[in-house]
């Protein structure tokens, strides 16, 4: 059973950066596929980056060049670098691995 906790999120003004850090306990990191996942209000959970075990990456359109999924396998965490930061990032992210396991997620806004 692998467990995933998220941090980083919180208030910052459109343009701003944060970072998110998901941080995995119980299984071998190494071999999962890791990913974050937002859901705005009223609306539906979407894909923002998955990387790969390989490290290959994938991203929304709606993200692509202002945001950035990484990992550390020695550290067991995927990470998120969220820069030019929009009004419409204002989501819970979270954290998922092998599609299968989530975080409890955590909340990002962004004033305007």
């Known amino acids: 059973q692998v467990q995933l906790v998220e941090s980083g999120g919180g208030l910052v003004q459109a343009g701003g950066s944060l970072r998110l850090s998901c941080t995995a306990s119980?299984?071998?990191?190494?071999?999962?596929?890791m990913g974050w996942y937002r859901q705005a209000p009223g609306k539906q959970r979407e894909l923002v980056a998955t990387?790969?075990?390989?490290?290959?990456?994938n991203y929304a359109e709606s993200v692509e060049g202002r945001i950035t999924i990484s990992r550390d396998n020695a550290k067991k965490t995927v990470y998120l670098q969220m820069n030019s930061l929009k009004p419409e990032d204002t989501a819970v992210y979270y954290c998922?691995?092998?599609?299968?396991?989530w975080g409890q997620g955590t909340q990002v806004t962004v004033s305007s």
């Open positions: 998922n691995a092998n599609k299968y396991y």
């Open positions: 119980r299984g071998i990191f190494s071999i999962l596929a």
């Open positions: 990387i790969a075990t390989s490290g290959n990456t």
